[in-house]
């Protein structure tokens, strides 16, 4: 489903996951933040540093859950470089060209960039418009708001507030 905002702006798809709703409480619930924004994966691992879950790669699953099923044949890759790392915002989709290409330049997976996250991005930024328009779009596609302020480093109180409209950013 893609929810379409107020300045025609489609900002969200969501399709439906493999995995009932529930498991996004219990899955960011094993992820720990991390000074720099990162949220790391503290349950099992791969031999190869990648978060574990159910046999699947936690990094995949956080994109499932908050942005839908991943395209046939895609990676999920990440910005920040570092593979334990399941923060949605810090994941995005690639092929395997560009997974490669990260490869050669940094001379490994990824080299860990001190700062790779700048402007709105950051995760010390306070929340941009778009966010609170990807807030009220999540509560209106039925999650809940202590899950959505989870997925955005918020209180619930902060969420509440966006949903109804008392307070944009
Ligand atoms: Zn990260």
Redesign the pocket.
Known sequence: MSVHLDDGDVVLHLRRGPFPVPIGERFWCKAAVREQ???DWKAGRYPNGYGKISGRLAHRVAWEITRGAIPPGWLVL???G?KE?V?PD?LYLGNKRQNLRDCKDAGQYRTPNPNPLRGERHPGAKLTARNASEIRAFYASGRSQSSIAALYGVSQPTVSLIVRGLRWV
């Open positions: 924004g990162c949220w990440h910005r920040c570092r790392c923060r810090h």
